[in-house]
């Protein structure tokens, strides 16, 4: 987030100068100070140890060099990418992809519920609303649209920047010189009624008839034109090192048509509906759809609409201090990072992981210490200020209900007995169905949430497969939201054609072909074939877009394109289920869910390593080639090209189980059974 430090107006003072320090002394560990004539004064933090210019907060005692800022790392929402629960907002990660509630399940806010799902006002998760549909904000509405609404009145989803000029549009910003609204075509409205609602009649854009930028000295100096008509815009003070003011940007003017352009590509590209409905807009979502330049022109562009005065010419120092956010950044930072092997003879003792900012990549040094052998990859951050350093020992496991432990530290709990973890006991209060104990889950009940019993197959009431006993899922077909509750359905068990909750990646675990298709226009969809990749495996990517696959029906299924975890920053599709790695990890979940041994393992771990071990375990097979099957089916694209050291620091929990397996590039499992690997 960008940190206003101060603002002026340069209609009502002069601007401040923002230069480096020149006295020919160091004024450090001061960053930045005023001058006596109300000047910016920078000096760029150059110790090893204090090297980060704290500018939060008012400058009235000086900034200071201090130590590396903390990462603000933040938690992933349903459809994201997780290593583990508690990287998701929802606590619950499933093949490395935090999971939200079903439609039909309780919920309290939005990030309770799936991709594609809101929570209503009756507390389920329901379907994002169609084109037309009444709504009273924008996350009802599916992703490339709003809700053109008032702030007194309930209104429809509507396109985005689909309204023309001359008609209505409920939200108009007032941003004092023109008004605003992603619903317009234009992008620009002009206020019905000023300072009383928010109706305006979206216009043509405004633009600045001096050009942009321009250097003004009065708001009369900026002078908006749209067709014929003119208006006063906003001369405001940035970080000029000559003490310049700028006129504000109008809707016409490049970043707001920059803007505009790439919002329009980004909410009618395929790769939307892979995000939740409140994460539209963040990194995540964008990367679906737009390429690494695009990304790039999108945020400086969003920028420079907010505050363009801010980065206009800025000294090195300002660049270094203030906005390295905005100037230190390149398309190459929005692509996928680079990962591969530092040159130990270079890299500091006891440091594992460290990220330069300018290539983006990571440089990579497996720890070789016998006393400090450990190198935890969760502290990894794209952040030049955060190294990884070596450890005694590795971060303890976390221990869930049911799963192994040696003392009460290993559980999430913090109850160890008899080398098993202890959850919440049938009838207590629960935050989650994470927390309850094996056969247990998580469900209001009379106002308070309680552990109960996990729902038999064939009965009603289930929101998510998580409410179901182990060996089923939650089937709900409801269409008027709420809808009747779900039903718990056994796994794998319905025919083709029949109608079930179909996700936007076509994976359906209660089919017996573990596909479902959908059209795309809702939530649900039916049982059909399993696709495969439109090209050979790998298949290389930089868009979603790029990755589909089809059927023996001749349906077309959107893949994801995802990073990989290799050192030329490529990224590859994600496999379909009648690709090779998809077939076995289907066949071996098939087999995993068919026994009995399933039930011993808590609800939501019921895809975890060490569930696949209680079922191995009763069964006498391998647990090692089942979850081997798992990740290199949900995690393909981060094996392929993987360095040595990648493999021993990110990628070991997968190469590990292959130790003592032969046959690499496959993996035999049984008789000639093999699975492809993500090898090269």
Known sequence: MWILLLFFSASSQQCPRYNCHEGGYSIAPTCAMLSPQGNFVLQICDSQTLDYCDVSGTITNNYTCTTDPPFPSGFSYPGEPCMSNSDCITDLCTANTCVGQNPGGACVKNSDCGVGLYCSTAFFCVPQLSYGMVCTNDYQCQNNMACNRTIFEDGSCVYYYSIPNGQTVGMCQDMLTEGVSNLCQSGSCNLTNPGFDTIGVCQPPYYNLYNYPHKCSSDTDCVGYNQGSTVYGACSCGMDQDGYAYCDAFTGDPPGMTVQLLWEIHVNSSGITNCHTQRRFDMFCLRQNLGPSQVHNFLQSSVLCSDTARYQNNDYCTQAIFNHQYFDVSPANFGCQNYGCANPATFNQGTCITFTEKNNSYAINPCSSSSQPFCDITQSEANKWTNVTCQASPPKPIGYPGDYCLNLTFCISGICTNNTCQGVSQGNTCTSSSSCNVGLYCVSMNYEFTCQPLIPVYQHGCGSDYDCANGSGCRYTGITPPGPPGMCTPYFSLAINSTVPCPSNGISFLCQTGACYSSGSGMYGYCTKAPVSSGKLPVQCTLNGQCTGTNSYKQTFSGTCTCGFNNNGTSYCTPFLGDAPGVAYLKNLKTIFASSAINQCQTTRRFSQDCFGIVAKALGANANIW????????????????????????????????????EIPELRLSGNEKIELAVE
């Not at 099957?629 to 360095?643: A, R, V």
């Open 627 to 662: 979850y081997a099957s798992e990740l290199n089916f949900t995690m393909y694209p981060y094996y392929i090209g993987n360095d040595n050291c990648v493999k021993q620091v990110y990628t070991n929990n997968f190469w590990s189980l292959l130790s003592g397996m032969h």
